[in-house]
């Protein structure tokens, strides 16, 4: 039987390549999106068209009742899950915090750290040997800006993902015993749409000069570095980081 990876907000972008490299090895690949029915749809064909099997599912991580249905329509469509990618995440525009308004906030904290905290909540439940489950592996996408903090721009997603980081290592130490493994991704400048969500979609080709491999990075090697914590070729981690950042 295929073992199942659950993946967040993969209609696009870093979700997106991890659905597609996780088909390639083999995985069975739940494809959660909120509003991008019709990419997510496009990548289901595009991943069952080269023989992997995948399915979209619409949730809102941000909605706790969403939450709890696409755990149980995932349980009716593959009937069991092996691995949670919490992919899903936001950022707004550029701005100083002093312009920040309490919704803002409330906006980019509830997909961030709600939704990963949600999804956890629900693939322990799974998961977890007290539960009756196989065990499993949790990763999280968090971000370089939960070390780097992102002033002037996106102090509050630096917040968000600063909790997400703490998220995983006390959840790591938490559901060790219990079969689980939990551990995260730190992308830095990465070529995908959301840089578009905050103003300025050229920013990774204006910062690629503080980077030290001199360029940004492609969705496709954050997937891999998914993969590799979503495998057993990391079966002695928990609690840990990957920073996808080309040295930043």
Not at 139 to 145: G, I, R
Not at 211 to 229: H, Y
């Amino acid at each position: 039987m295929k073992k199942v990876m659950l993946i967040t907000g993969a209609s696009r972008g870093i979700g997106a390549a991890t659905a597609r490299l996780a088909a390639e090895r083999g995985f069975a690949v739940a494809i959660n999106y909120h509003r991008k029915r019709e990419a997510a749809e496009a990548l289901v064909a595009q991943i069952t068209a080269l023989g992997g099997k995948a399915r979209a599912f619409a949730a809102d991580v941000t909605n706790e009742g969403d939450v709890l249905r696409l755990f149980r329509e995932v349980d009716e469509a593959f009937g069991r899950l092996d691995v949670l990618v919490n992919n899903a995440g936001i950022l707004e525009r550029q701005m100083r915090l002093e312009d920040m308004d309490v919704a803002r906030l409330q906006r980019v904290f509830a997909v961030n750290v709600t939704g990963t905290f949600l999804c956890c909540r629900e693939a322990v439940k799974r998961m977890a040997h007290k539960q009756g489950g196989e065990g499993g592996s949790i990763v999280n996408v968090s971000s370089m800006a939960s070390r780097l903090g992102s002033p002037n721009e996106y102090i509050d997603y630096a917040a968000a993902k600063g909790a997400v980081d703490s998220l995983t290592i006390g959840l790591a130490k938490e559901v060790a015993a219990e079969g689980i493994r939990v551990n995260a991704v730190r992308p830095g400048l990465i070529r995908t749409e959301i840089h578009a969500s905050g103003g300025e979609p050229g920013r990774v080709q204006r910062l690629r000069s503080a980077i030290p491999l001199g360029r940004g990075g492609e969705a496709e090697e954050v997937a891999r570095a998914i993969l590799f914590l979503a495998s057993d070729d990391s079966s002695y981690s928990t609690g840990s980081f990957v920073d996808v950042s080309g040295g930043r």
